[in-house]
């Protein structure tokens, strides 16, 4: 073998496996040392660059280092101590970072569990469901992914603890079996250790099942003895390795390459948190909090003409865009005195506030769940929503007999690219509907979440060094594509200003709702009622 190619070395140690859900859990069997194989060890470009038949190959690879361009766990681990355990944790983690690369290896992997998982409750851990995906995603090499993705079976290994590789591994990237170290728990609470890794393997007869003789073995690992694990690897035919020079020349996954589109994704950090990123956000922390308290008292206590200027100079960039032809009323005759009706898509809890300041209008937003700190500070007038579509309807029929409303009918917010379902209550209510497209950029903190602390979402969002807001009026329905006059259905309306939205920004429509949002993020139906039995299971 060449001398630049790693040795294959034993491990004393193996992983608990577990099989996909709905599938026959491998049995598992006290670990012994297998008998030496003459592996053949590869380069990996060999393999990216074939166009060789891999659907019929199972395929045993190590998670970082196959598919993660970047070197450094760092980043996920920080990510769960800031959302799973809060600035504090976070900033302990990061203050013993320089002693951790010190020690690196299994050591420094045990410290950072240790920091990151100790004392936070097992059921209230979704980090690795809801917010790793998204920064698995954007951190996975092309080249990589595709190889995986060729393979029939699969089979991934990881260094990282099971709770925050399995959903990834599983949902995005099809795996069959992940192969990781679980968590010990006491009461219910993580201890910040991990199992001993000595206990139980699995052989590949009982990983591949009985159709074992179908498929031919591979391995993918990264050029590092450590991460070898000879029970796996030793039935692999060949082995390829991936070298840190060869990932540093790897492409990003492009977005319409996922497995599964990212529409849902929770927890307040909008970049990777590296070491200097990190640092970064620490160092703006205090400047960052008193933009945060200037840019609030900036909108509710001054009018659009003078806080506009002065919300531009701390940082804030608003964009906002009319139709070339005025917004000309499609009310009949009967309708003259009524308000007209703004129909936007929902993306913070300020997209009102925005829409008031596109139309230099005092307007009135209906929502369905505002904390109630959030409604005492609102500089507009709102109006809380029953979901109950009758009660709903009466409402907002009387507000609009009052005045202009503005409305999301999405009933939650979406971070990506992506419409949700449009509620069709609002159709029916009035032929005078204006939509408006919005969409936001933030560079730090995510101004929304489905379980962390809704009233702070604000506060998070003006906490960005530059929050970008986008505003763009369209043309408003015309008289054919209405309930009244164009005899249309509530449901083709609000699917039609659903897809004039979707056009405008460059966004997929799609079918879903503001449960499937919350089942995802927050395992319940996103209604108080629902949050409040999750609490008390918990």
Same mark, same amino acid.
């Given at each position: 073998?060449?001398?630049?190619?790693?040795?294959?070395?034993?491990?004393?140690?193996?992983?608990?496996?577990?099989?996909?859900?709905?599938?026959?859990?491998?049995?598992?069997?006290?670990?012994?040392?297998?008998?030496?194989?003459?592996?053949?060890?590869?380069?990996?470009?060999?393999?990216?660059?074939?166009?060789?038949?891999?659907?019929?190959?199972?395929?045993?690879?190590?998670?970082?280092?196959?598919?993660?361009?970047?070197?450094?766990?760092?980043?996920?681990?920080?990510?769960?101590?800031?959302?799973?355990?809060?600035?504090?944790?976070?900033?302990?983690?990061?203050?013993?970072?320089?002693?951790?690369?010190?020690?690196?290896?299994?050591?420094?992997?045990?410290?950072?569990?240790?920091?990151?998982?100790?004392?936070?409750?097992?059921?209230?851990?979704?980090?690795?469901?809801?917010?790793?995906?998204?920064?698995?995603?954007?951190?996975?090499?092309?080249?990589?992914?595709?190889?995986?993705?060729?393979?029939?079976?699969?089979?991934?290994?990881?260094?990282? +603890?099971?709770?925050?590789?399995?959903?990834?591994?599983?949902?995005?990237?099809?795996?069959?079996?992940?192969?990781?170290?679980?968590?010990?728990?006491?009461?219910?609470?993580?201890?910040?250790?991990?199992?001993?890794?000595?206990?139980?393997?699995?052989?590949?007869?009982?990983?591949?099942?009985?159709?074992?003789?179908?498929?031919?073995?591979?391995?993918?690992?990264?050029?590092?003895?450590?991460?070898?694990?000879?029970?796996?690897?030793?039935?692999?035919?060949?082995?390829?390795?991936?070298?840190?020079?060869?990932?540093?020349?790897?492409?990003?996954? +492009?977005?319409?390459?996922?497995?599964?589109?990212?529409?849902?994704?929770?927890?307040?950090?909008?970049?990777?948190?590296?070491?200097?990123?990190?640092?970064?956000?620490?160092?703006?922390?205090?400047?960052?909090?008193?933009?945060?308290?200037?840019?609030?008292?900036?909108?509710?206590?001054?009018?659009?003409? !003078?806080?506009?200027?002065?919300?531009?100079?701390?940082?804030?960039?608003?964009? !906002?865009?009319?139709?070339?032809?005025?917004?000309?009323?499609?009310?009949?005759?009967?309708?003259?005195?009524?308000?007209?009706?703004?129909?936007?898509?929902?993306?913070?809890?300020?997209?009102?506030?925005?829409?008031?300041?596109?139309?230099?209008?005092?307007?009135?937003?209906?929502?369905?769940?505002?904390?109630?700190?959030?409604?005492?500070?609102?500089?507009?007038?709102?109006?809380?929503?029953?979901?109950?579509?009758?009660?709903?309807?009466?409402?907002?029929?009387?507000?609009?007999?009052?005045?202009?409303?503005?409305?999301? +009918?999405?009933?939650?917010?979406?971070?990506?690219?992506?419409?949700?379902?449009?509620?069709?209550?609002?159709?029916?209510?009035?032929?005078?509907?204006?939509?408006?497209?919005?969409?936001?950029?933030? *560079?730090?903190?995510?101004?929304?979440?489905?379980?962390?602390?809704?009233?702070?979402?604000?506060?998070?969002?003006?906490?960005?060094?530059?929050?970008?807001?986008?505003?763009?009026?369209?043309?408003?329905?015309?008289?054919? *594509?209405?309930?009244?006059?164009?005899?249309?259905?509530?449901?083709?309306?609000?699917?039609?200003?659903?897809?004039?939205?979707?056009?405008?920004?460059?966004?997929?429509?799609?079918?879903?709702?503001?449960?499937?949002?919350?089942?995802?993020?927050?395992?319940?139906?996103?209604?108080?009622?629902?949050?409040?039995?999750?609490?008390?299971?918990?």
């Amino acid at each position: 073998m060449s001398g630049n190619l790693c040795s294959l070395e034993a491990l004393s140690s193996s992983f608990q496996v577990h099989s996909k859900p709905g599938e026959t859990s491998p049995l598992e069997y006290e670990a012994t040392k297998p008998h030496a194989n003459h592996l053949k060890f590869r380069k990996f470009n060999s393999l990216a660059q074939s166009a060789r038949e891999l659907s019929n190959k199972a395929l045993f690879f190590h998670f970082e280092e196959t598919l993660l361009k970047s070197p450094s766990l760092f980043p996920y681990f920080m990510l769960v101590a800031f959302e799973a355990g809060g600035l504090l944790r976070a900033l302990i983690l990061f203050l013993l970072s320089p002693f951790i690369c010190l020690v690196g290896g299994e050591l420094g992997l045990n410290i950072m569990v240790f920091l990151c998982f100790f004392g936070i409750r097992k059921e209230k851990m979704r980090v690795g469901t809801v917010v790793l995906p998204k920064f698995f995603l954007e951190d996975v090499g092309c080249e990589g992914f595709d190889v995986v993705m060729r393979c029939g079976k699969k089979v991934g290994f990881s260094d990282l +603890p099971r709770v925050m590789v399995e959903v990834f591994l599983k949902d995005y990237v099809g795996v069959d079996v992940v192969v990781a170290r679980e968590l010990k728990v006491v009461s219910g609470y993580f201890v910040g250790l991990m199992e001993a890794k000595n206990t139980n393997s699995s052989d590949s007869n009982l990983i591949l099942g009985e159709k074992k003789s179908d498929y031919q073995t591979i391995g993918i690992i990264g050029c590092h003895k450590e991460n070898m694990h000879e029970q796996l690897f030793s039935h692999c035919k060949e082995v390829y390795l991936v070298t840190e020079a060869e990932k540093q020349s790897w492409k990003s996954l +492009p977005r319409e390459k996922y497995p599964e589109p990212l529409i849902f994704h929770d927890g307040r950090l909008a970049f990777k948190p590296t070491q200097l990123a990190t640092l970064a956000m620490f160092m703006y922390m205090p400047l960052g909090i008193c933009l945060c308290i200037l840019r609030f008292l900036t909108g509710i206590f001054l009018p659009h003409s !003078i806080c506009s200027p002065i919300l531009a100079f701390t940082g804030t960039i608003t964009t !906002i865009s009319k139709p070339k032809s005025s917004i000309s009323s499609t009310n009949d005759e009967g309708e003259k005195q009524r308000g007209r009706l703004y129909v936007c898509n929902h993306r913070t809890l300020l997209d009102p506030l925005y829409v008031q300041l596109a139309t230099n209008k005092s307007l009135t937003a209906v929502t369905y769940s505002l904390s109630t700190v959030n409604e005492k500070i609102a500089p507009m007038k709102t109006v809380r929503l029953t979901r109950d579509r009758e009660r709903d309807g009466k409402k907002m029929e009387k507000l609009l007999s009052q005045g202009d409303l503005v409305v999301c +009918p999405e009933g939650t917010t979406c971070r990506e690219p992506y419409l949700l379902r449009f509620s069709p209550l609002f159709a029916e209510l009035t032929d005078d509907i204006v939509p408006v497209a919005i969409d936001v950029k933030v *560079n730090m903190f995510y101004g929304t979440t489905a379980s962390g602390f809704k009233c702070l979402d604000p506060v998070f969002h003006f906490m960005n060094p530059n929050p970008v807001y986008s505003i763009k009026l369209l043309e408003n329905l015309p008289g054919s *594509n209405t309930c009244k006059l164009g005899g249309k259905s509530r449901f083709e309306v609000a699917n039609y200003v659903q897809n004039e939205i979707g056009r405008a920004l460059d966004f997929r429509c799609t079918s879903l709702t503001r449960k499937d949002k919350y089942m995802a993020l927050a395992g319940n139906d996103g209604s108080l009622k629902g949050s409040r039995k999750m609490t008390h299971h918990a």
